[in-house]
């Protein structure tokens, strides 16, 4: 398994930009794909965006799309999301998880996660 560390959530206003990144330990980062989901309180965890382990394929939930950004640099071990435009319906812990299998947006099915990072968007 890999060890995932998030980090870049804060307290920002409608409209502003966050990046969060997720740094990954081990050697074997090139070969997971890797995911991002949120976790608002009250609410089921939700799949945010994923990428493929090359970081050539990205998809996203219909909510984000348009906003958010996933993308990876395999050379530093890190997987990224640059939120745009955010709203605060984006509130929530962002957490990043990987998985062997590329185009999973179950939870259940990421085998790996990190503790998450705050993000709160204000009105």
């Known amino acids: 398994q890999v060890q995932l560390v998030e980090s870049g959530g804060g307290l920002v206003q409608a409209g502003d930009s966050l990046r969060l990144s997720c740094a990954a330990s081990?050697?074997?980062?090139?070969?997971?794909?890797m995911g991002w989901f949120r976790q608002a309180p009250g609410k089921e965890r939700e799949f945010v965006a994923g990428?493929?382990?090359?970081?050539?394929?990205?998809y996203y939930a219909d909510s984000i799309k348009g906003r958010f950004t996933i993308s990876r640099d395999n050379a530093k071990n890190t997987v990224y999301l640059q939120m745009n435009s955010l709203k605060p319906e984006d509130t929530a812990v962002y957490y990043c998880?990987?998985?062997?299998?590329?185009?999973?947006?179950?939870?259940?099915?990421?085998?790996?996660w990190g503790q998450g990072t705050q993000v709160t968007v204000s009105s």
């Open positions: 990428i493929s382990w090359s970081g050539s394929s990205t």
């Open positions: 081990g050697r074997t980062f090139s070969t997971y794909a």
């Open positions: 998880a990987a998985s062997v299998i590329v185009g999973l947006r179950t939870p259940a099915e990421f085998g790996s």
